[in-house]
């Protein structure tokens, strides 16, 4: 067991024939104490601050702990929210994929419409400008014959008979109105 500053100051020596002078042993003892009692101080100040230091030390633990477990969670907040996006990605480019086959599905179709329509006026086209061209070959026919001659003289015989030629007016007329 230590000793402590009151052991020193209560210790007795014995007295001996030829010993040490008290007083100088009593001033040094008294050093002693002083010096044992500062110690003692300055011990229990040092154990203080190791208690106070093991207290910030075990409060820094716990807040090294949080942190680490903070930055795990995000580590796998982060990667978690890197996997929806591109979860999501994918969903939209499999929905703009299939936006865009209906897309082209939808103009091939309308292409092909109108490819059909453009080839069924070119067929119209076709038999209008041969029709046309029939007609215009049974005109021309008609003008180089000789029955425009027979024409007119029809013509000029109606005009003469006034009955043919009011019938004629007022058919005409009839027509137009």
Known sequence: MPLSPLDIHNKEFSRSFRGYDEDEVDDFLER?????????????DLEEN???????????TNIEESLSKSIIVAQETAEEVKNNA????????????????????????????????????QKHAAIFRARFRSL???????????????????????????AVRDGYTREYASQEG
């Open 32 to 44: 002693i104490i002083q010096d044992y009692e500062g110690l003692i101080r300055q011990n229990k």
């Open 86 to 121: 591109r979860k999501e990605a994918q969903l939209i480019i499999k929905e703009a994929e299939k936006n865009a086959d209906r897309i082209v599905a939808e103009a091939l179709n309308k292409s092909r419409k109108m490819a059909l329509e453009v080839e069924e006026v």
């Open 136 to 162: 215009i070959q049974a005109q021309l026919e008609m003008l180089e014959s000789g029955d425009w001659d027979k024409f007119d003289r029809d013509v000029s015989v109606r005009s003469e008979v006034p």
């Open 50 to 60: 190791v208690e106070h230091m093991k207290e910030k030390l075990r409060h820094f």
